[in-house]
Structure formats: C-alpha cells, structure tokens
C-alpha cells in the first residue's frame, strides 16, 4: 500500500503543532470552550497539549457547532467516537480494508431515508478521517470498493451505506519523518514530533482511555 507522503493530506496535526508553536491557541480554545461548556475535554493529547485535537480542524468544528448545516453532526460524531466503533474501525484497517465499511451497515439503517445522502456520507467520511488521524492513521492513496455481494454466487446481497471509501495505514516513524521533512518552522517540527511521537506509540491521554488494545476481562463485564 502506497503512503500519500502529502502534509496537506493531515487534517488536524499539522494544524495542532502549528498553533502550538505559535501559541495561537485562543480560537481552538474558545470552540472547546463553546462545545463541551465546563466538562471535561475529549481528544486532549497531554497536559502540554490540552485541547482536544479534533477542534483544530476548522471543518470539524463547524460541523459539531452548528455553523454548516450537516443534519445530526453531533449525535454522529459521538457515534464514531464511541471505543466500540473505533475499535472496529482501526481492527478493519488493519486487515487492510476501508474503516468506513464496517459503519456502514450501521449508518444505512439510521441515514439512508432522511436527508441530504451524498452531505451525510461527507460528513461521516471527513469524521471517519479525522478519529483515524487521531489514532495515528493515514489516508492511502485511491479509494477502495466495497463488496455488498456476499460471496461468489450468492444471491443475497449485504447492504451497506457506503459504496467505496477511503482506505487507511498505521503511520510508520519512517513515514512520520517524511512528513517531518515538508516542515519548515524549527517549533512547528518540535511540536510535530513531540505529538506523533505520543500518537504512534499510544501514549496520549485519549488513547489510555480509549485503550482500544485492551481486552475486557470477564469479571468486569
């Protein structure tokens, strides 16, 4: 599978290192600030980067507040977001197909009489990437086709809301320094590195709490 090597092809790292470095930090402090009213913030990375990394995307943001009219942005970030669903879409990548498929029944069920389809499978593709991004995952280039055939010389065809998506890879160091290397800032790479270095080794806040490796043991079920 060919890495896109493309920084402009990251939705909310690139971003988050840049503010950091600059200290530009009020917008993204004020969208937290607005969306989560007091409560404690999801997708904060560490105590030196404490607010949530998918608010520094400026789409995102305008999608969970209101600002574009996508139809239940919320109630379906949250629905991504759940660790059941994550944990369903990194195990997908990793067996090399689309994270999006494996939602898909999910979403067909909810979505596909109301709306707006083609707005709603934007904004569920665009969320998709950015929680993939977050845990360390990269856009590879093409799309991949979804098969809904069941199998060779089955007549009964599974559903699915999605017809092709975006296919995603683990981001190697190797290909974290790639990217390093289109930075121009001495701060901005600082920051880069020190963020992808917490995400690619699972040491972020949110991904100890997520712990989508973990298994649950019996007595706690």
Not at 96 to 107: D, M, Q, V
Not at 115 to 121: E, F, L, Y
Request: charged share 25%; hydrophobic share 35%.
């Amino acid at each position: 599978m060919t890495i896109n090597f493309k920084l402009d092809k990251l939705s909310v790292i690139g971003r988050a290192a840049e503010a950091y470095a600059t200290g530009e930090l009020s917008e993204v402090k004020e969208r937290a600030e607005r969306l989560y009213l007091g409560k404690r913030y999801p997708f904060v990375i560490s105590p030196d980067y404490p607010y949530p990394l998918h608010l520094f995307s400026p789409r995102l943001s305008a999608m969970l507040e209101g600002v574009t009219k996508y139809p239940d942005a919320e109630e379906t970030w949250e629905l991504i977001t759940a660790r059941e669903n994550i944990i369903k879409m990194t195990a997908v990548t990793e067996i090399k197909r689309t994270a999006a498929e494996i939602l898909g029944p999910l979403f067909e069920e909810k979505c596909s009489q109301s709306g707006n389809i083609i707005a709603r499978k934007q904004m569920i593709g665009y969320m998709i990437k950015i929680v993939m991004e977050c845990f360390g995952y990269i856009t590879s280039q093409g799309r991949m086709q979804i098969d809904t055939s069941g199998g060779s010389g089955n007549p009964n065809r599974r559903t699915n809301f999605f017809k092709s998506a975006t296919r995603y890879a683990k981001m190697t160091p190797g290909e974290r320094d790639a990217l390093l290397e289109q930075i121009g800032s001495a701060d901005v790479k600082k920051h880069f590195l020190a963020i992808t270095d917490l995400i690619i080794k699972g040491q972020t806040g949110y991904q100890r709490v997520y712990n989508i490796d973990g298994l649950t043991n019996w007595d706690t079920l």
